[in-house]
């Protein structure tokens, strides 16, 4: 990542978040909701120590806010720093879109489905 960075520093980003899959009795009515964002920026590539230390340590709080940095985690040491790349980007556009209904519709046309179906994924 490091050399496409170099060579060409645009770049895209899509985080995505899918939740249940909502079952209907019509094929075409079947749905997953989620939400996702796509975000374009330039990427640049962080140097000093202390821009890898906050931005590593502030995922740690994040994903393992349980776990004390210095009790439970030790402090990372500069070879690790000097080893480990940090990226950031520099969002210049973003755009999100959603799908998040609660139901699907069922139609009489058809049987409906169980009830142990439609709550299956609650």
Not at 19 to 38: D, K
Not at 64 to 71: E, I, L, P
């Amino acid at each position: 990542m490091r050399a496409n960075a170099a060579h060409n520093a645009r770049v895209c980003f899509k985080v995505l978040e899918s939740e249940n899959f909502l079952p209907s009795n019509v094929a075409l009515e079947l749905l997953v909701q989620f939400r996702s964002v796509i975000a374009f920026g330039a990427l640049r590539v962080s140097e000093h120590g202390a821009d890898k230390e906050r931005a590593l340590y502030g995922l740690m709080r994040k994903y393992f806010s349980h776990y004390t940095v210095g009790a439970l985690i030790r402090p990372l040491t500069d070879k690790e720093l000097k080893r480990t790349s940090v990226y950031a980007i520099a969002i210049t556009e973003w755009s999100g879109q959603e799908n998040w209904v609660e139901t699907v519709e069922q139609r009489e046309v058809w049987a409906e489905l169980p009830t142990e179906l439609l709550s299956a994924n609650e």
